[in-house]
């Protein structure tokens, strides 16, 4: 089974500059996640997809982030315009099931590693 | 206010040694638990899921267990391995599916 696909890896990009990332989660996933993990800490929610609807979004800094789940599988984050403090490791993560079963695993992709300078 | 704090914040241990990782929780209402492990550079990886109900769950050399009543967990590594150099990440599921994650302990296993 193919695991969730993130793309790209790294980036490096100056402040006030704008990155997109995107995520494909595994086939059938009705769940979608991204994360932002900054060095030495544990991830952090920035939004939740359940098909193409958004279910959690409120510590997504509107200002800056956006991210669309088209159709319901592909989703992209974007950042516009990056500050330094963005600096962190952007995760995506799918899980089957629609929220409702307590016991689905989520499965989580490599991560895009952001630097801005 | 939800929370999941972990201990150590780090941990160095020789190869072969036994270790165990802590994780106290206040998140109510509680779903479940899961314990993940994060090498460097990569993204998390599901050791162990922990309902309401279940007190232990092992996953090889990894033990779970869950006090639902004082609301802790520990990880327990067995037979350490140069491999389970790792982030080892408390997560709770609560109310509306959200997930809390902790900080999680930074393992080192020196040979």
């Known amino acids: 089974e193919a695991g969730v696909a993130q793309s790209p890896r790294y980036k490096i990009i100056e402040k006030r500059q704008s990155v997109a990332f995107w995520c494909n989660p595994i086939?059938?996933?009705?769940?979608l996640y991204w994360y932002q993990q900054i060095l030495g800490q544990g991830p952090k929610l920035l939004i939740q997809?359940?098909?193409?609807?958004?279910?959690?979004d409120s510590q997504l800094p509107k200002d800056r982030f956006s991210a669309e789940r088209l159709k319901g599988v592909d989703s992209t984050l974007k950042i516009q315009p990056a500050k330094l403090e963005d600096s962190a490791v952007y995760l995506c993560?799918?899980?089957?099931?629609?929220?409702?079963?307590?016991?689905?695993?989520?499965?989580f992709g490599e991560g895009s590693w952001l630097t801005v300078v | 206010k939800n929370q999941v704090e972990q201990s150590p914040q780090s941990l160095i241990i020789l190869e072969g040694k036994n270790c165990t990782l802590q994780?106290?929780?206040?998140?109510?209402?509680?779903?479940?638990l899961r314990w993940y492990k994060q090498d460097t550079g990569r993204g998390p990886v599901s050791l162990t899921i922990?309902?309401?109900?279940?007190n232990t769950k092992s996953n090889g050399r990894y033990t779970a267990t869950l006090d639902a009543d004082t609301k802790q967990s520990s990880l327990h590594i067995t037979a350490s391995q140069l491999s389970d150099s790792a982030s080892y990440i408390c997560?709770?599921?609560?109310?509306?599916?959200?997930?809390?994650f902790g900080a999680g302990t930074r393992l080192a296993v020196h040979p």
């Open positions: 993560a799918s899980s089957p099931g629609q929220g409702r079963t307590s016991g689905n695993t989520i499965y």
């Open positions: 994780c106290n929780y206040t998140v109510s209402p509680f779903s479940n």
């Open positions: 997560v709770v599921k609560g109310g509306y599916n959200k997930l809390i």
């Open positions: 922990m309902t309401f109900s279940e």
């Open positions: 997809f359940q098909n193409n609807g958004v279910v959690d």
């Open positions: 086939s059938g996933h009705a769940t």
